[in-house]
T-cell receptor
Framework: GQNIDQPTEMTATEGAIVQINCTYQ??????LFWYQQHAGEAPTFLSY????GLEEKGRFSSFLSRSKGYSYLLLKELQMKDSASYLC?????????????FGRGTSLIVHP | TAGITQAPTSQILAAGRSMTLRCTQD?????MYWYRQDLGLGLRLIHY???????GKGEVPDGYSVSRANTDDFPLTLASAVPSQTSVYFC?????????????FGPGTRLTVL
């Protein structure tokens, strides 16, 4: 089985920086996804990390440490529209099938 | 491009009835997935397909079946619905490994079983 852990809820102030952590225990690790999901909408892809290190995409960055089973999503210059759930998903190789397994998500509330 | 479409958008279904949730993608992705999302439980994988003609079971397959007759379509069938299948259902497809591993989700089907 897999164990994926992320905080249930976080709050932050507009304009600030927030880091959302995700820890996992799994076998057959291929990579790690981050998604954003606004209430009542489908998840949208943010990033996919395969190698250790930080990958930056505009205001969003994602970090991975494979040896520690740890990832984080960093959001800079927070805006009100960043209020959403952020989903971490571990991608594993199961006999040649690539299977993303999701954590329960972190609800981020951005306040003025 | 349309990306991934799902139908219906929402449905109320009597327990014991059967129903097929439709999913179509126009991106020629090989891998497709069905998830259900329940409050507090996150997204859970029901079934997946690596390519046309193949399917596999996910974390919560009981009560559901899928088929993959071609690349574009991946329908999910509930043979005899039960109230615990009340959920939001998302279909997803994924680019191949060499193209960046981006997973795209459909808009979802909200199903209520009474």
């Amino acid at each position: 089985g897999q164990n994926i852990d992320q905080p249930t809820e976080m709050t932050a102030t507009e304009g600030a920086i927030v880091q959302i952590n995700c820890t996992y225990q799994t076998s057959g690790f291929n990579g790690l996804f981050w998604y954003q999901q606004h209430a009542g909408e489908a998840p949208t892809f943010l990033s996919y990390n395969v190698l250790d290190g930080l990958e930056e995409k505009g205001r969003f960055s994602s970090f991975l440490s494979r040896s520690k089973g740890y990832s984080y999503l960093l959001l800079k210059e927070l805006q009100m529209k960043d209020s959403a759930s952020y989903l971490c998903a571990v991608d594993t190789d199961s006999g040649g099938s690539y299977i993303p397994t999701f954590g329960r998500g972190t609800s981020l509330i951005v306040h003025p | 491009t349309a990306g991934i479409t799902q139908a219906p958008t929402s449905q109320i279904l009597a327990a014991g009835r059967s129903m097929t949730l439709r999913c179509t993608q126009d991106m020629r992705h090989n891998a497709m997935y069905w998830y259900r999302q329940d409050l507090g439980l996150g997204l859970r994988l029901i079934h997946y397909s690596n390519t046309a003609g193949t399917t596999g079971k996910g974390e919560v397959p009981d009560g559901y079946s899928v088929s993959r007759a071609n690349t574009d379509d991946f329908p999910l069938t509930l043979a005899s619905a039960v109230p615990s299948q009340t959920s939001v259902y998302f279909c997803a497809s994924r680019t191949d490994w060499s193209l960046g591993n981006e997973q795209f989700f459909g808009p979802g089907t909200r199903l209520t079983v009474l």
